[in-house]
């Protein structure tokens, strides 16, 4: 059985190595047009001459970037791990990123827009609230934000960016706000597996306690137990 095989684009070149131009698949009702043949003149070695393919494109990813469908008419072809290397290729049609993919991004796009420790006045009934009257909460809405916001891309940015922002309360702050936003795009990712609902719940009723602009201390038996700054 074949391997269904991708390639990684960024505005139609090549973005793992190379820049190479590819010719793209042209949309044709509910259909594409293949993109033109491609070829390569020479040896072939991994990582350094040959059109590049993977059958994970995921592990390619850059941003901006889309997958296609591809396919090669070489009889013999160079694998190392996910990746192979030919001498012939096209695209099929562009691969639609998945759902929870999607879903995902727009959480992480989201959090930008999040106002960190401002309160909406509206705190929910069932959280155990709480005042706090410390100046660090004030520098702790930033370094929530940044270290949220940096979540997805890597934990040693989200650590970074609160250790640059604030002083100990509120790099506690952030380390918990990024911990959450990290909690509800795992959830996310795994959308349509066999999750438990109330582990669905949980996650998202601890991200909207930082949506609603108060902060999370910790939850005890499924209650929540929330500070507002004063």
């Not at 390569?40 to 350094?48: P, R, V």
């Not at 959480?107 to 401002?118: A, H, P, Q, V």
């Not at 250790?163 to 706000?177: E, G, I, L, S």
């Not at 306690?209 to 500070?227: A, R, S």
Request: glycine content about 8%; charged content about 30%.
């Amino acid at each position: 059985m074949s391997k269904k095989l991708y390639k990684v684009l960024v505005d139609g070149k090549s973005c793992n190595g190379g820049d190479l131009k590819w010719s793209l698949p042209q949309a044709q009702g509910d259909s594409y047009l293949p993109g033109e043949w491609m070829g390569h003149k020479g040896n072939l070695s991994m990582c350094s001459s040959g059109l590049h393919l993977t059958t994970e494109p995921f592990k390619w990813y850059k941003q901006g970037c889309c997958f296609y469908v591809a396919e090669t008419r070489d009889k013999k072809i160079e694998w190392d791990n996910d990746k192979c290397v030919v001498a012939t290729a096209r695209l099929l049609r562009p691969e639609p990123f998945p759902v929870w993919f999607d879903d995902c991004k727009k959480f992480i796009d989201g959090l930008k827009d999040i106002r960190w420790l401002k309160l909406d006045g509206k705190p929910k009934k069932e959280w155990k609230l709480f005042k706090a009257r410390d100046a660090a909460w004030d520098a702790a809405g930033d370094a929530a934000g940044a270290a949220a916001g940096a979540t997805a891309l890597a934990a040693e940015a989200a650590w970074d960016a609160a250790m640059d922002a604030a002083r100990d309360a509120a790099r506690d702050a952030a380390r918990a706000a990024a911990g959450d936003a990290a909690l509800q795009a795992q959830i996310l990712v795994c959308k349509g597996l066999k999750l438990d609902k109330k582990h669905i719940k949980h996650a998202k009723d601890r991200m909207e306690v930082w949506e609603k602009g108060y902060g999370l201390m910790c939850d005890v038996n499924g209650v929540l137990y929330v500070y507002e700054k004063i």
